[in-house]
């Protein structure tokens, strides 16, 4: 049984440029949370998605959105990309609300 | 907000010694408490987590944790450790009255000496 799947493993942009992160929950999972893992840091939580919508949001400016499809699969995105946006995406999945997590291995952003 | 500390950013330990990774976390409401290990290019695997009830949990590869209301701590502890245990390990808090999401600590590397 597929575990969460993230792409792509890495890339590489431009400061002001835009990036889409994708994410596949795993089987019978419909949430999905993102977290960014900056260098040497703990995971901070960027905002949950359930039934296509964004439930909760965590301390990070607009130019981070998200969006959930029907099948429960989902998207980061990061407009006017920062050097300091640089970090390891990481998406976790979930049933419903429940602590039964299950993380993927994550996106490495580097920005230049 | 929750916040989390721990206490060690690395640990360096000689193998089959015993082990303590320290976490305070900074609420006196009632919290859900979890222990992660990353290890190196992967995503967080969970080795257990504290609910409700007894208060000395035990999860996966021979790890337990304690929490202590009173001190706010929950440290993770292994009584003999193994090569294989170098990794990164992070404490996390979570509100069930706000949501799922999790607070995580800044991480304790934990290197086992041979």
């Known amino acids: 049984d597929a575990g969460v799947t993230q792409s792509p493993t890495h890339l590489i942009k431009t400061r002001g440029q835009q990036v889409t992160l994708r994410c596949s929950p795993k089987s019978g999972h419909d949430t999905v949370s993102w977290y960014q893992q900056a260098l040497g840091q703990g995971p901070q939580f960027i905002f949950q998605y359930y039934e296509e919508e964004e439930r909760q949001r965590g301390n990070f400016p607009d130019r981070f959105s998200g969006h959930q499809f029907p099948n429960y699969s989902s998207e980061l995105n990061v407009n006017a990309l920062l050097l300091g946006d640089s970090a390891l995406y990481l998406c976790?999945?979930?049933?419903?609300?429940?602590?039964?997590?299950?993380f993927g291995s994550g996106t490495r952003l580097t920005v230049v | 907000a929750q916040s989390v500390t721990q206490l060690d950013s690395q640990v360096p330990v000689f193998e089959e010694a015993p082990v303590e990774l320290r976490c305070n976390y900074s609420s006196s409401v009632s919290v859900y408490l979890f222990w992660y290990v990353q290890y190196p290019n992967q995503g967080l695997q969970l080795l257990l987590k504290y609910l409700s009830g007894s208060t000395l949990v035990k999860g996966i590869n021979g790890f337990e944790a304690e929490f202590n209301k009173s001190q706010t701590s929950f440290h993770l502890r292994k009584p003999s450790v193994h090569i294989s245990d170098t990794a990164e390990y992070f404490c996390a808090v979570s509100d069930p009255n706000t949501g799922n999401q999790f607070y995580f600590g800044t991480g304790t590397s934990l290197t086992v000496i041979p």
């Open positions: 976790a999945s979930s049933p419903g609300t429940s602590y039964g997590y299950t």
